[in-house]
C-alpha cells in the first residue's frame, strides 16, 4: 500500500487491471476467487478507489490472470517506494511487524464469546481452534472448511471465525503510532501467520495503519508459516535486503529465534506492556547518525 496522493496512479493501475480481466475472459468474481480477494476490494482497485493497494495483492491478482507482475503494473509502479530510507544504528533498514499481539490484540475474548453461544467450555474452544489454525494460516484448508470443521466440534453449525476475530480484536494505539513513525523513517512490511481475507478485511475496517508497506506476508497466500524457513527466506527476497538489515518485531519467541536463525535482528513485543514495548521498539529504531 503506497501512501500519498496519486489519483492517477490508482486510476491507471484500475484501467489496466480491468484491461487484463477482460483480456483473460474472467469477471470480477472469478478473479477474486482465484486470487483469493474480497469482491469489494476488487473492484475497488478496478474503480480507482483504493488509495494504492498493496504491491503483493498487485502481485496476486497477476498470478490469477497469468500475467507478469511488471507487464500488468507496466510503468506506473511508483519508483520512490524502491529507494532504501534510513539505516538504525545497527544497519536495519527493513522493518517486519507482526500483526497478532503487535498490531492488534489477540483474539481470545472470541473464545470466551463463542464459549458463551455453544455452551462449550472456552479452553475446549481454544484447543479445537489451535489444531485447525496452522492447515488454514497455510491456506491448506479453506476458511469455509475450517468454519464447518471447527463449529460442528464446538456445537455452532453456522460459525463464521472472520465474523468474531473481527469483532474481538482492538487496534493497539500505541504500535499503530509507531508503525506510521517506522514508516517515514524505513521501509516496512507486514508478516502474518494469517487466514484469508483477514488482512483485507482489516484494510477495510481500518484496524492496520495506513502506510507504505513494501511488502505483505500474507501466510495463507504464500503457503507457508512462522516460524518455517520458508516464509523467512520469501519475506527476505520482497524485502530486497540482506538478512543483517532486517529486523523482526514479533509476540513470539519461536518466531523470532526462526528469523535470528536466518541473519535477522529480532525485537519481541509484550502486548500486556504496550506502551514499554512500544518504546522499547522505537529506541531500537533510531536512525543512525
Known amino acids: 500500500m503506497y501512501e500519498g496522493d496519486q489519483p492517477a496512479l490508482e486510476q491507471a493501475l484500475g484501467k489496466s487491471l480491468q484491461q487484463a480481466r477482460k483480456k483473460a475472459g ?23 478507489a483504493i488509495k494504492a493497494p498493496s504491491i503483493f495483492t498487485i502481485q496476486s491478482i497477476a498470478g490469477a490472470l497469468g500475467v507478469g507482475l511488471a507487464e500488468l503494473m507496466g510503468e506506473i509502479t511508483p519508483q520512490a517506494s524502491e529507494v532504501p530510507k534510513k539505516r538504525t544504528k545497527s544497519g536495519v533498514r527493513f522493518v517486519y ?19 458463551e453461544e455453544s455452551g462449550t467450555a472456552a479452553d475446549i474452544i481454544e484447543t479445537t481452534f ?3 489454525n496452522d492447515q488454514v494460516c497455510r491456506g491448506e484448508m479453506p476458511l469455509e472448511e475450517f468454519n464447518r470443521a471447527f463449529g460442528d466440534r464446538i456445537g455452532l453449525p453456522h460459525l463464521d471465525w472472520t465474523g468474531y476475530y473481527l469483532q474481538a480484536i482492538d487496534p493497539i494505539p500505541e504500535m499503530q503510532e509507531l508503525v506510521k513513525w517506522a514508516a517515514s523513517q524505513y521501509n516496512i512490511g507486514l508478516l502474518s501467520n494469517i487466514m484469508p481475507g483477514l488482512i483485507d478485511e482489516m484494510f477495510e475496517r481500518k484496524l492496520l495503519p495506513e502506510v507504505e508497506y513494501k511488502a505483505i506476508i500474507d501466510s495463507s497466500k504464500v503457503g507457508t508459516i512462522k516460524p518455517e524457513e520458508q516464509i523467512f527466506a520469501i519475506a527476505q527476497d520482497w524485502a530486497g535486503c540482506e538478512p543483517q538489515e532486517i529486523l523482526l518485531i ?12 536466518m541473519g535477522w535482528h529480532v525485537l519481541w513485543f509484550d502486548d500486556y506492556r504496550p506502551e514499554e514495548s512500544s518504546k522499547h521498539v522505537r529506541d531500537a529504531l533510531e ?3
Not at 29 to 44: D, I, P, R, V
Not at 250 to 261: I, V
Open 250 to 261: 514479533d509476540d513470539s519467541r519461536a518466531n523470532l529465534m526462526a528469523a535470528e536463525k
Open 26 to 48: 474472467l469477471t470480477q468474481q472469478e478473479l477474486c476467487m482465484k486470487a483469493g480477494l474480497s469482491y469489494s476490494t476488487l473492484a475497488k482497485i478496478e474503480r480507482g
Open 97 to 115: 511487524f507482526d500483526i497478532n499481539g503487535c498490531l492488534v490484540r489477540f483474539f481470545h475474548r472470541a473464545f470466551t464469546r463463542m464459549a
Open 130 to 132: 489451535w489444531h485447525y
Open 287 to 289: 536512525p543512525a547518525p
